[in-house]
């Protein structure tokens, strides 16, 4: 039902950004920016004269992904760095290196996650889409956060999904030990992302970092691998679906580079995003004690593991 919602919606939604503006001398990192969405917007800003830290799982994957936009644009600054966001090591050796040879950050773009994948548990023994597409990127903001406020102004994008109003955050049990839906684990993760960037805009008030959570809309990327071949009765139906709705990841970009340049919404921080307009997130995803609630459980969780 999330899935036809989010169709329709993008649908009346749907606009393609157009700016000038150039992002010669800033410092961007993404994650997951070797396909996808992730790549046409690594493409869009590098075009735009940024220089991109490509933060990704798969380094030969990303070095490709980078050969193949430094094709495009010419003069591309693109690095290349390992992050596996299933590993606090992983991230917290990501963040420190990042420390030691980037003196600004300007914007952050937490892009990466999995999908309605099988029940997996990261190295810290969460289950693997909370930890991936949530824990691992609120533990990562908040390494370079410092950094980022001596940046500003600098953004924050975190990508969200029309999937959260079906999240609910578990806190009882949180690796979803007591009955495992991969589909249902998605939207919780995604559920959290919207609250983190609620929670996280309070937070750096008055510190020129703002933060914007993006609902790409239906983008046909291989997120959807483990949805389209989890049940051989739908995936055909599901195929045809995407086929018809479902937009190319350059359009489904669109949103992320759009609250990653635009200048009027500089004054804007820990709102919704989609279809380069704000939206309205769920009731849940507007809860406020909710989202300190996730904040301070997220910092305890870490603590305890980290």
Same mark, same amino acid.
């Given at each position: 039902?999330?899935?036809?919602?989010? =169709?329709?919606?993008? +649908?009346?939604?749907?606009?393609? *950004?157009?700016?000038?503006?150039?992002?010669?001398?800033?410092?961007?990192?993404?994650?997951?920016? %070797? =396909?996808?969405?992730?790549?046409?917007?690594?493409?869009?800003?590098?075009?735009?004269?940024?220089?991109?830290?490509?933060?990704?799982?798969?380094?030969? $994957?990303?070095?490709?992904?980078?050969?193949?936009?430094?094709?495009?644009?010419?003069?591309?600054?693109?690095?290349?760095?390992?992050?596996?966001?299933?590993?606090?090591?992983?991230?917290?050796?990501?963040?420190?290196?990042?420390?030691? /040879?980037?003196?600004?950050?300007?914007?952050?773009?937490? %892009?990466? !996650?999995?999908?309605?994948?099988?029940?997996?548990?990261?190295?810290?023994?969460?289950?693997?889409?909370? !930890?991936?597409?949530?824990?691992?990127?609120? +533990?990562?903001? %908040?390494?370079?956060?410092?950094?980022?406020?001596?940046?500003?102004? =600098?953004?924050?994008?975190?990508? !969200?999904?029309?999937?959260?109003?079906?999240?609910?955050?578990?806190?009882? #049990?949180?690796?979803?030990?007591?009955?495992?839906?991969?589909?249902?684990? *998605?939207?919780?993760?995604?559920?959290?992302?919207?609250?983190?960037?609620?929670?996280?805009?309070?937070?750096?008030?008055?510190?020129?970092?703002? /933060?914007?959570?993006?609902?790409?809309?239906?983008?046909?990327?291989?997120?959807?691998?483990?949805?389209?071949? $989890?049940?051989?009765?739908?995936?055909?139906?599901?195929?045809?679906?995407?086929?018809?709705?479902?937009?190319?990841?350059?359009?489904?970009?669109?949103?992320?580079?759009?609250?990653?340049?635009?200048?009027?919404?500089?004054?804007?921080?820990?709102? *919704?995003?989609?279809?380069?307009?704000?939206?309205?997130?769920?009731?849940?995803?507007?809860? #406020?004690?909710?989202?300190?609630?996730?904040?301070?459980?997220?910092?305890?969780?870490? =603590? /305890?593991?980290?």
């Amino acid at each position: 039902m999330s899935v036809i919602i989010g =169709a329709v919606r993008d +649908f009346l939604l749907r606009k393609e *950004y157009y700016s000038s503006t150039k992002l010669c001398g800033k410092t961007v990192i993404i994650t997951g920016g %070797n =396909a996808g969405i992730g790549k046409e917007t690594t493409l869009d800003l590098a075009a735009r004269g940024a220089k991109i830290i490509m933060a990704c799982r798969d380094v030969e $994957k990303g070095k490709i992904a980078a050969v193949d936009i430094q094709k495009q644009v010419q003069n591309a600054n693109i690095i290349v760095r390992h992050l596996d966001l299933a590993s606090f090591t992983s991230i917290r050796r990501f963040a420190e290196g990042i420390l030691m /040879t980037e003196p600004y950050i300007h914007i952050l773009i937490n %892009n990466a !996650g999995v999908m309605a994948c099988p029940r997996l548990k990261t190295t810290e023994g969460f289950e693997m889409q909370f !930890g991936v597409n949530y824990l691992g990127h609120f +533990f990562l903001t %908040n390494l370079l956060l410092d950094r980022m406020k001596e940046s500003a102004p =600098a953004r924050i994008i975190n990508i !969200g999904s029309i999937a959260h109003i079906l999240g609910k955050i578990h806190f009882s #049990d949180i690796h979803l030990e007591r009955g495992y839906n991969s589909v249902l684990a *998605y939207c919780h993760s995604k559920l959290a992302i919207v609250l983190f960037t609620r929670e996280l805009a309070k937070n750096l008030k008055g510190t020129g970092v703002t /933060t914007y959570c993006v609902d790409p809309g239906p983008t046909s990327t291989d997120l959807f691998q483990n949805v389209s071949s $989890k049940v051989s009765c739908i995936a055909y139906p599901f195929s045809i679906c995407r086929g018809v709705t479902y937009k190319s990841p350059k359009k489904g970009a669109q949103t992320i580079i759009y609250c990653a340049v635009e200048a009027s919404l500089a004054e804007e921080s820990g709102l *919704y995003y989609c279809g380069c307009r704000k939206v309205r997130p769920s009731s849940r995803a507007r809860d #406020d004690v909710l989202a300190k609630r996730l904040w301070d459980f997220s910092e305890n969780l870490i =603590a /305890t593991v980290g």
